[in-house]
């Protein structure tokens, strides 16, 4: 069955510490591999795709890189806008794009 | 706006009632999709729809749940029978065309049926 594993489930971070969030995924038929992030009483807000083992992508304080078995979220002297819930997920290509999503990683981030 | 809609946003309703939530996509994009999310997790996959047919409906739990799109813009997740554990966040999303285009989420209805 397909799989999409994220860890740890809670992060609290200091304003300015860099820190990663893990994303494990089943890696048999994976399309692409998406991150997302959700604010409280939101809509998931995409953040990026990834296809292939060793891309990298970054917007602003936010890198997502893929390798062949997980994905990480790094993110780099965190602001506390930054808090919120990460989502990863999976295209398994199941029905042109249906979404495997894991649980979530909620990210603190104090001043 | 430019993003996807939902309504209601909130929608509270007694067991055994039968609710309709909407969803308002992004103009242009051809699939739409249909997820649920429960607290404490990630979105489930409902249904994924292509213009206007369904493509796949292999993520509806029961046939209580049915979802259209007539015109291929508007679609409409109709739920019979509302049972207590069908109480979560609806999400709706749209992608330009499907398969690996990023999908666009809109905010959500809040279904509760006590």
């Known amino acids: 069955e397909d799989q999409v594993t994220q860890s740890p489930e809670a992060l609290r971070l200091q304003e300015g510490e860099s820190s990663s969030l893990n994303c494990s995924y089943t890696?048999?038929?994976?399309?692409?591999l998406f991150w997302y992030r959700q604010d409280p009483g939101k809509g998931p807000e995409f953040l990026f795709t990834l296809y292939s083992a060793g891309e990298e992508k970054e917007k602003e304080r936010l890198k997502a890189t893929l390798t062949k078995k997980e994905s990480f979220l790094h993110i780099t002297a965190p602001k506390p806008e930054d808090s919120a819930t990460y989502l990863c997920a999976g295209d398994y290509g199941g029905s042109q794009g249906n979404l495997i999503f894991g649980k979530g990683t909620k990210l603190s981030v104090k001043p | 706006g430019a993003g996807v809609s939902q309504t209601p946003s909130n929608k509270v309703t007694e067991k055994g009632k039968y609710v309709e939530l909407r969803c308002d996509p992004i103009?242009?994009?051809?699939?739409l999709y249909w997820y649920r999310q429960s607290l404490g997790q990630g979105p489930e996959f409902l249904i994924y729809f292509q213009g206007t047919g369904a493509a796949d409906d292999s993520g509806l739990p029961n046939d209580r749940f049915f979802a259209v799109r007539p015109e291929g813009s508007v679609s409409t997740l109709k739920i019979q029978r509302t049972e207590r554990g069908d109480s979560a966040v609806y999400l709706c999303a749209s992608s330009f065309l499907g398969g690996a285009y990023e999908q666009f989420f809109g905010p959500g209805t809040r279904l509760t049926v006590l």
């Open positions: 103009s242009g994009h051809t699939a």
């Open positions: 890696v048999s038929g994976l399309r692409g």
